[in-house]
């Protein structure tokens, strides 16, 4: 009985351990790492303990799916807007703070020519934005496979949400408001510290032929995704929600100080995470009580 439960605990904790390796080494190596990568991955993970294979594919396509629809239109996005604003989110910040906050933060912690350890912690933080949310998601469905709906389903909601947002309400972020000099000068942190990373390796992927979208800084979903997660996490394990609760908070501070997003696309990304929970969760519970 008791290397049975033992059994159980590891066909529970390879996979898992595995992906979370997997996505280490591709981040280590400066692979950005899409969803059809990610679930190639996670394929591999369910075969090497075996017997929920089917399930996996039945529950995860159509969430692949309909990511790739939600990348596919934000790489539109720029085509359908013209004049990104730039003012609000300044002017936001500097109501707030008096000044804004990822000049002042580079100011008072970036040396240039010695990038500190939090410079590195900031960089893994951020480009981590995606990642996370599936070995989220990944665990979630090697637990709790309603949790893993449910979740699923907040980030989808969340992600077109954030789409409309951008078609409506296209933002510049801080970096490339300095480019063009409205306001004054920002490091490219990233560029510095992603430079020291092992060298790049090439992943196929289709989201090589997806578009990008710069102007998409409000809301902030490198703020909204963490949030989502610990909202989630909370709903299941509400200890463990606190014990992540510095993660979230790091990526906040990550993306204000690498001049990425301002403080006030970090406050809207929050708002709409918590409108995702709620909508979400609000129907499950109409659902299960119909």
């Given at each position: 009985m008791k290397q049975h439960s033992l059994y159980k605990k590891a066909m529970l904790i390879i996979p898992i351990l595995y992906v979370i390796g997997v996505s280490v080494y591709m981040i280590s190596h400066r692979a950005w790492f899409s969803p059809d990568q990610f679930f190639m991955v996670a394929v591999v993970a369910v075969i090497l303990v075996g017997g929920r294979t089917k399930q996996f594919l039945w529950d995860w396509i159509p969430v692949l799916l309909l990511l790739f629809g939600y990348e596919y239109l934000r790489g539109l996005a720029p085509i359908l807007t013209k004049n990104p604003n730039v003012w609000p989110m300044i002017r936001a910040d500097q109501f707030m703070f008096g000044y804004l906050p990822s000049i002042k933060l580079q100011e008072l912690l970036y040396t240039p020519t010695a990038p500190r350890w939090y410079d590195y912690?900031?960089?893994?933080?951020?480009v981590s934005h995606f990642v996370i949310p599936m070995i989220t998601a990944f665990i979630f469905w090697m637990v709790n496979r309603q949790a893993f709906k449910h979740f699923t389903a907040g980030f989808l909601v969340l992600s077109y949400l954030a789409f409309i947002t951008y078609?409506?309400?296209p933002a510049?972020?801080?970096?490339?408001?300095?480019?063009?000099?409205?306001?004054?000068?920002?490091q490219k942190i990233m560029d510095q510290v992603m430079g020291s990373f092992a060298h790049p390796i090439s992943v196929p992927s289709v989201y090589r032929f997806f578009g990008a979208n710069l102007v998409a800084a409000v809301p902030s979903l490198h703020a909204a995704y963490p949030f989502l997660i610990f909202l989630f996490i909370?709903?299941?394990?509400?200890?463990?929600?606190?014990?992540?609760?510095?993660y979230v908070l790091g990526v906040w501070f990550s993306v204000v100080y690498l001049g990425e997003h301002y403080v006030v696309d970090v406050i809207i990304g929050i708002l709409y995470a918590i409108v995702a929970y709620v909508i979400v969760t609000g129907i499950a519970k109409k659902l299960h009580y119909a």
């Amino acid at each position: 009985m008791k290397q049975h439960s033992l059994y159980k605990k590891a066909m529970l904790i390879i996979p898992i351990l595995y992906v979370i390796g997997v996505s280490v080494y591709m981040i280590s190596h400066r692979a950005w790492f899409s969803p059809d990568q990610f679930f190639m991955v996670a394929v591999v993970a369910v075969i090497l303990v075996g017997g929920r294979t089917k399930q996996f594919l039945w529950d995860w396509i159509p969430v692949l799916l309909l990511l790739f629809g939600y990348e596919y239109l934000r790489g539109l996005a720029p085509i359908l807007t013209k004049n990104p604003n730039v003012w609000p989110m300044i002017r936001a910040d500097q109501f707030m703070f008096g000044y804004l906050p990822s000049i002042k933060l580079q100011e008072l912690l970036y040396t240039p020519t010695a990038p500190r350890w939090y410079d590195y912690v900031a960089v893994i933080l951020y480009v981590s934005h995606f990642v996370i949310p599936m070995i989220t998601a990944f665990i979630f469905w090697m637990v709790n496979r309603q949790a893993f709906k449910h979740f699923t389903a907040g980030f989808l909601v969340l992600s077109y949400l954030a789409f409309i947002t951008y078609v409506i309400f296209p933002a510049m972020p801080p970096w490339m408001a300095s480019t063009y000099g409205y306001i004054p000068p920002l490091q490219k942190i990233m560029d510095q510290v992603m430079g020291s990373f092992a060298h790049p390796i090439s992943v196929p992927s289709v989201y090589r032929f997806f578009g990008a979208n710069l102007v998409a800084a409000v809301p902030s979903l490198h703020a909204a995704y963490p949030f989502l997660i610990f909202l989630f996490i909370r709903q299941q394990i509400s200890r463990l929600a606190y014990v992540i609760s510095p993660y979230v908070l790091g990526v906040w501070f990550s993306v204000v100080y690498l001049g990425e997003h301002y403080v006030v696309d970090v406050i809207i990304g929050i708002l709409y995470a918590i409108v995702a929970y709620v909508i979400v969760t609000g129907i499950a519970k109409k659902l299960h009580y119909a």
